[in-house]
T-cell receptor, first 112, second 113 residues
Framework: DTAVSQTPKYLVTQMGNDKSIKCEQN?????MYWYKQDSKKFLKIMFS???????INETVPNRFSPKSPDKAHLNLHINSLELGDSAVYFC???????????FGPGTRLTVL | QKEVEQDPGPLSVPEGAIVSLNCTYS??????FMWYRQYSRKGPELLMY??SSGNKEDGRFTAQVDKSSKYISLFIRDSQPSDSATYLC?????????????WGAGTKLIIKP
């Protein structure tokens, strides 16, 4: 009964490929997030959705496109992968934007 | 200048020591203050959540907020090797009609047995 789950856990791919990461939460939260964590552990917000509506869209290359089919799911599609996209991507959710965020286990993306 | 400053460490202390982790911030409008703990290869998890100046205690952990100095701290008493992790401070800022968490860089803590 995992609260926030992500698939896949590991993703190794070649430069130029397109890939997707999926996230699901069973906590009944309204808000979901995508974060990128680099090798220095800095956690950078990428996107946030509230009830399927995009509310935070930080300066991220437009190769990254989030999609929320319903409020329990938030997926991240990445086009034309680059070496600099290698990082750990975390999905998180919360009841609202000022409440505690619950994080998934992360997806470790390696671009070769 | 970053909105939230946190020394990335690593901070290495012997087991049983009192640990002090700190963050400073520049935006006096920050309202809620949090400490998250992240073990290696895991997602961050909330440790402490405060919204006013003063101290909040939970077991061996004490969170301290000083809004006048724009400074928050996390103290860990009787530190254990299992406390070895990265500790991230975070605080909420109003962005339009929503709140956004602004994160520190995280401090890597190592407790030596």
């Amino acid at each position: 009964d995992t609260a926030v789950s992500q698939t896949p856990k590991y993703l190794v791919t070649q430069m130029g490929n397109d890939k997707s990461i999926k996230c699901e939460q069973n906590l009944g939260h309204d808000t979901m997030y995508w974060y990128k964590q680099d090798s220095k552990k800095f956690l950078k917000i990428m996107f946030s959705y509230n009830n399927k509506e995009l509310i935070i869209n930080e300066t991220v290359p437009n190769r990254f496109s989030p999609k929320s089919p319903d409020k329990a799911h938030l997926n991240l599609h990445i086009n034309s992968l680059e070496l600099g996209d290698s990082a750990v991507y975390f999905c998180a959710s919360s009841f609202s934007s000022y409440n505690e965020q619950f994080f998934g286990p992360g997806t470790r993306l390696t671009v070769l | 200048q970053k909105e939230v400053e946190q020394d990335p460490g690593p901070l290495s202390v012997p087991e049983g020591a009192i640990v002090s982790l700190n963050c400073t911030y520049s935006n006096s409008a920050f309202q809620y203050f949090m400490w998250y703990r992240q073990y290696s290869r895991k997602g961050p998890e909330l440790l402490m959540y405060t919204y006013s100046s003063g101290n909040k205690e939970d077991g061996r952990f004490t969170a301290q907020v000083d809004k006048s100095s724009k400074y928050i701290s996390l103290f860990i008493r009787d530190s254990q090797p299992s406390d070895s992790a990265t500790y991230l401070c975070a605080m909420t800022a109003v962005r339009g009609s929503n709140y956004q968490l602004i994160w520190g860089a995280g401090t890597k803590l190592i407790i030596k047995p």
